[in-house]
């Protein structure tokens, strides 16, 4: 199962942008998927998940109200929405497949997509 993470790039305070990430080799529908951060001199963050239904979805504290998961069961891809950047955004994002629920467990990780919020 192989994950490509896409969509990072510059942007201003206040900006936006859509992370992609396509799951290929496996049965999509079969994972939850999840987004991380991991900002320099900090621990790896938990950014939001979606159960493989969509049904549920989950935030972490620092991006509710702002990020906005998603994802395509026949194009096999999660999305990940960031609106209202921030400089404390500015990170390396991966996506991972696996469960989210009871506990969390990820099976297969993406490359990785660097966003960079400037002030």
């Known amino acids: 199962v192989q994950l490509q993470a896409s969509g990072g790039g510059l942007v201003q305070t206040g900006g936006s942008l859509r992370l992609s990430c396509v799951v290929s080799?496996?049965?999509?529908?079969?994972?939850?998927m999840g987004w991380f951060r991991h900002a320099p001199g900090k621990e790896r963050e938990f950014v939001a998940a979606?159960?493989?239904?969509?049904?549920?979805?989950y935030y972490g504290n620092p991006v509710k109200g702002r990020f906005t998961i998603s994802r395509d069961n026949v194009k096999s891809t999660v999305y990940l929405q960031m609106n209202s950047l921030k400089p404390e955004d500015t990170a390396i994002y991966y996506c991972?497949?696996?469960?989210?629920?009871?506990?969390?467990?990820?099976?297969?990780w993406g490359q990785g997509t660097l966003v960079t919020v400037s002030s």
């Open positions: 979606i159960t493989r239904s969509g049904e549920n979805t």
């Open positions: 991972g497949a696996g469960v989210f629920g009871d506990y969390v467990q990820i099976d297969y």
């Open positions: 080799g496996g049965t999509f529908s079969s994972y939850d």
